[in-house]
């Protein structure tokens, strides 16, 4: 029980840097398209990791 909210914790800081960065790196150029995509593949990523931790504590 411990790791699990342990790697929960972890998995959850990893979202929250990464959201992060993304938002920086947005207001850093102008918005435009690409910041659109990099969204686009953040959530993508974010879903795949989901559904992989959904899977592996099952």
Do not use: E, K
Request: with cysteine; aromatic share 18%.
């Amino acid at each position: 029980m411990r790791s699990t909210l342990v790697s929960s914790f972890l998995d959850l800081f990893a979202i929250l840097f990464g959201l992060c960065l993304f938002l920086a790196n947005c207001r850093l150029t102008s918005p435009s398209s690409d910041c659109l995509s990099d969204l686009i593949v953040f959530f993508f990523f974010f879903f795949w990791h989901c559904i992989n931790v959904r899977t592996l504590h099952n």
